[in-house]
């Protein structure tokens, strides 16, 4: 069983990195040979490598069922209910088993230490950056503009991207306490400024508020990390590099849903989005309960786009609140199972518990502007995450309870909460009082 461990961790790390790398830097038509082969492998290592783990445990998993359902409602719709446009099930297919396979090597990982699952992850994250300094390095030098078309979907897709590999190591640091996994995230932060995406600052923020839940206890920490997110918000706004790309609409953007923009700062992105929503809200309402079929949107929107760019308004008019409904169960019932679970006297299930929670806040808060239900793999991986941690977590009080460990470490919990909370400095004062007023004759054999 150990050698089989030993074997099957790098494998899976082999088979993330290639899905990965895949899914971050080829998915497009110039490299659209060297993804499939990346991607092909990953799946294939992964099935292959953890063909022992695809017992009864597996079949039923609730990340498994959701996966397939969702999947089938998709292309159930396409096939019968396509609006407009092509449907392209070959593709949806092919990420259907991209994700099941990020399902399985994450389940694995997960039960090893949390920096063996996210080495793949960091590792793509460099490897992304050069790819983006090879392609793109003359626009990075010149400044002024958005980069990031150059690998996988656009600049939106790569900032969330990187800022979900950024938000990992955050998690490794808070875990490892290795000091080199926070430097990671610091220079991750000035190439996804670069590539003009709000989206990616939003994972940004809450990477910060991960370092300030973590060190909550530790002022001197929490006022670090105070004065790191407000670092960024002077880069962002004051230097005129990265104000040209990002800052400015920011602001564009500030100013136009607060209805002071002028022609000058006037956000025609914040516009559309808002209008599209506006709209596709609109369309829903006419056919509310099973939604009007795949592409509906696309079918009747007066816009140039060919979706809603939110995907709440685009499960809404596709499947309706019946369809919409089931697609967000999983989120909500994640979200429950993680604020409820009882963390016992175990700093393992608390890591669990805080990036599982984390993942879903950060997919829920991003569907707000993008649509992820039809996108590419990576936009699945923050729920499959938080899947995976749970069924870590069960599996871990299993383990423990059949060592008859968990009501132990319940008892700790309980006798913790019970003990006067006292510092040491305190107790030191107490434990020098005592020695001095002792006895003479006893004092004199210390």
């Keep these: ?102 399902f399985i090597i994450i389940r694995e990982l997960l039960k090893f230490k949390v920096k063996n699952l996210t080495k793949p992850f960091l590792l793509t994250g460099v490897f992304s950056v050069g790819m983006l300094i090879y392609e793109e390095g003359t626009s990075i030098l010149a400044g002024g503009m958005r980069v990031g078309d150059t690998l996988s979907g656009n600049s939106n897709t790569v900032a969330f991207n990187l800022g979900l590999i950024s938000l990992l190591a955050v998690w490794t640091f808070c875990t490892e306490h290795h000091f080199g996994y926070l430097l990671y995230f610091v220079l991750m932060m000035p190439f996804i400024f670069i590539t003009g995406s709000k989206k990616g600052l939003i994972v940004i923020a809450f990477g910060f508020i991960m370092l300030m839940y973590y060190y909550r206890k530790n002022t001197f920490l929490w006022f670090a990390v105070l004065i790191g997110a407000a670092a960024s918000i002077y880069v962002i706004f004051e230097v005129d590099y990265f104000y040209n790309i990002i800052g400015f609409r920011i602001e564009d953007m500030y100013y136009t849903l607060t209805g002071q923009a002028t022609r000058l700062n006037y956000s025609y992105s914040t516009t559309e989005r808002t209008y599209m929503i506006n709209e596709g809200f609109d369309f829903f309402l006419d056919k509310p309960i099973f939604g009007g079929g795949f592409n509906y949107f696309y079918s009747r929107t007066t816009t140039e786009w060919e979706y809603s760019h939110c995907n709440y308004i685009e499960l809404l008019c596709t499947f309706g609140i019946v369809g919409t409904g089931f697609y967000y169960s999983k989120h909500i019932g994640n979200l429950i199972k993680i604020v409820t679970t009882k963390t016992v006297h175990l700093q393992r299930i608390r890591d669990l518990k805080t990036i599982g929670l984390f993942m879903i806040l950060t997919t829920l808060s991003l569907d707000v502007t993008a649509v992820t239900f039809s996108a590419q793999m990576v936009w699945y991986l923050p729920i499959i995450f938080s899947s995976c941690c749970i069924d870590e977590i069960k599996r871990i009080k299993i383990e423990l309870k059949k060592e008859g460990k968990y009501e132990q470490a319940e008892n700790v919990k309980k006798a913790d909460k019970r003990r006067p909370k006292t510092n040491n400095n305190r107790r030191l004062q107490q434990l020098r009082s005592h020695r001095n007023h002792r006895h003479p004759s006893r004092r004199s054999l210390s």
């Design 1 to 102: 069983m150990n050698r089989r461990r030993f074997l099957i961790k790098p494998v899976n790390q082999l088979a993330l990195t290639l899905l990965l790398v895949s899914n971050v830097c080829f998915y497009n038509e110039d490299y659209v040979i060297i993804y499939l082969i990346l991607s092909m492998t990953g799946i294939a290592l992964a099935f292959a490598g953890n063909i022992r783990s695809l017992s009864l445990k597996f079949r039923p998993s609730g990340c498994v069922f959701w996966l397939v359902t969702v999947y089938s409602l998709i292309l159930f719709y396409g096939f019968a209910f396509l609006q407009a446009g092509e449907f392209n099930w070959d593709a949806l297919l092919f990420r259907l088993g991209e994700e099941l396979a990020s």
